[in-house]
């Protein structure tokens, strides 16, 4: 097995006070859209501060371009299997229908005990991971495998009560939007799916990105008997409840442009000054408006700093090597054209005109858009702020010393109160802990884990929350100093660098390790 060069880090250095997620990206993600037809979804909560997302809110404004990712790059059939609304109660409760995806056109089959790799479906739609997972396609026929990626309830087609708006109507219809219902949906899934192939003896190999790379990691150690291993790329399961510094997530976007260019990282911490003095100003948010090139007049300056905030969350999220459109057409190496870009303006040029042309890099890299929106939610991903109300309370602020952001501190009375108005609920900051571990997460993986990829980009501002050291010869950590959000994950491509190329063929021998420890301890158990 090639060995990869990880940096050492130690887990006392990131544990004094304590995330999305995304959210991504999710992240980076960053949150919800605030023209929703459901009135019981949030209008004016604060985000991303208090919660970034994995994804995005701002993801994809040119409204007549093509979603590329509905494309099918790959083959597989899509079904639908009935699922129980609540898996922990034994009342009546309607179900509802989980859309899949399924591929069996390598699988060797249950005579020979092919594997199944499992993608456990995100915070959007199942077709758009799909496309965006490239890895597990492309190595689903050297191991004989069949692909099944399931959809997280509520989310794309999966919706309980018949349609979006009936999920999403209140705190009640939402309640059943858990990461524990999810886990129990794929654990059900699979269970049945094995059941009637007749393929109970074949080993299931889990794989997520982000925030599927948190549930890839959790159903590993919740439902061990399901899978042989999971590879949890971008899984940040420490980044609850005092775990990491609340600010690990802006301080890493921060350093990813002071990395590219000083004076980049200064223009940008000087813009939001600059952008206050404007806002403050007779006819100031029509001036903003034109500067920015917006569709609608702006209401106010934060809904800009939240537009600004985002993309430099995302382009430090997706800071990938080479072009890629996961979340918008980019350049390789975003960061830097976006840095290039701001330095590079003619003298003279103000500094909110040098800020505009860095952040067309992320929204308009094509150049195809005439005016930006601030209410486009492209992916489908309302249902992470109910998430983040509920258990999924990840703590954010922003360091007036280190960041290049507005500094905050993370407030839960604010945060709280702003559960409360949008969702009647109120947030379980410790529940996440309680039911997955957290807290001194060395020694509890040690002790009751096995099998698991961590692998993490250290530009991806998830790392920080995520295990970036090894904890046992089988929970491992795939650490690489240029990586940005599941990069391994993506599909390969002629130009990517040799250390990614590493790291996949260190994530394949792990994988074929744990088939081949799985059919040997079979073997032995029948000999008995």
Not at 51 to 67: A, D, H, Y
Not at 442 to 463: A, H, Q, V, Y
Request: glycine share 6%; hydrophobic share 35%.
């Amino acid at each position: 097995m090639k060995s990869m060069e990880k940096p050492v880090l130690s887990f006392t250095h990131h544990s004094p006070i304590f995330f999305f997620f995304l959210f991504f990206f999710m992240i980076i993600s960053t949150i919800i859209s605030s023209t929703s037809s459901v009135q019981s979804r949030p209008t004016n909560f604060p985000l991303p501060r208090s919660v970034p997302r994995f994804l995005g809110k701002f993801s994809n404004q040119i409204e007549t371009k093509p979603k590329r990712w509905i494309h099918q790059p790959y083959h597989y059939e899509t079904r639908y299997f009935t699922q129980r609304l609540d898996h922990f109660s034994f009342a009546k409760l309607p179900s509802f229908s989980q859309r899949y995806l399924i591929s069996t056109e390598h699988w060797l089959g249950p005579a020979r005990l092919g594997p199944i790799f499992v993608y456990c479906g995100n915070e959007g739609d199942i077709v758009w991971f799909a496309a965006n997972s490239g890895f597990i396609w492309e190595i689903a026929p050297q191991f004989g495998a069949m692909v099944v990626f399931p959809e997280h309830r509520y989310y794309g087609e999966s919706m309980p009560y018949g349609s979006g708006e009936e999920a999403y109507k209140n705190a009640t219809a939402l309640s059943y939007l858990t990461t524990e219902q999810a886990l129990a949906d794929f654990a059900v899934l699979i269970t049945d799916l094995k059941r009637n192939l007749s393929a109970e003896a074949c080993p299931v190999v889990l794989f997520g990105g982000s925030y599927g790379g948190m549930l890839a990691a959790w159903m590993r150690l919740k439902y061990p008997h399901i899978a042989v291993g999971a590879l949890a790329s971008s899984a940040p399961i420490l980044q609850f409840e005092n775990i990491v510094p609340p600010e690990t997530f802006y301080n890493i976007v921060s350093n990813d442009f002071r990395r590219e260019s000083t004076s980049c990282f200064k223009t940008i911490k000087e813009s939001w000054d600059a952008i206050t003095s404007e806002g403050h100003k007779e006819n100031g948010l029509q001036q903003l408006t034109k500067t920015f090139h917006f569709c609608k007049q702006l209401n106010s300056t934060d809904d800009l700093v939240d537009w600004l905030e985002s993309a430099y969350s995302y382009l430090s999220m997706v800071d990938y090597p080479y072009p890629a459109d996961f979340m918008m057409p980019l350049p390789g190496n975003p960061i830097r054209e976006v840095c290039r870009r701001i330095d590079g303006s003619p003298n003279g040029t103000s500094i909110l005109e040098r800020i505009f042309a860095g952040v067309s890099v992320y929204y308009n890299y094509t150049g195809n858009v005439d005016c930006f929106q601030l209410d486009d939610d492209p992916h489908g991903l309302d249902g992470w702020n109910w998430q983040a109300c509920s258990e999924m309370v990840m703590p954010m602020s922003s360091s007036q010393e280190t960041s290049m952001f507005p500094a905050f501190e993370f407030n839960y009375s604010s945060y709280q109160e702003g559960c409360w108005e949008s969702f009647q609920v109120i947030p379980r900051p410790r529940w996440i802990t309680t039911e997955f571990g957290g807290h001194d997460i060395e020694t509890t993986l040690k002790m009751f884990g096995s099998n698991i990829i961590f692998s993490n980009g250290l530009l991806d501002p998830w790392s920080g929350g995520s295990v970036l050291k090894d904890i046992s010869d089988t929970i491992v950590a795939l650490v690489t100093k240029e990586g940005a959000h599941h990069l391994d994950l993506r599909a390969s491509t002629p130009d990517e660098p040799d250390w990614l190329v590493d790291q996949r063929e260190t994530e394949i021998e792990f994988i074929k390790d744990w088939i081949d420890s799985y059919h040997e301890r079979r073997k032995a158990t029948f000999k008995l």
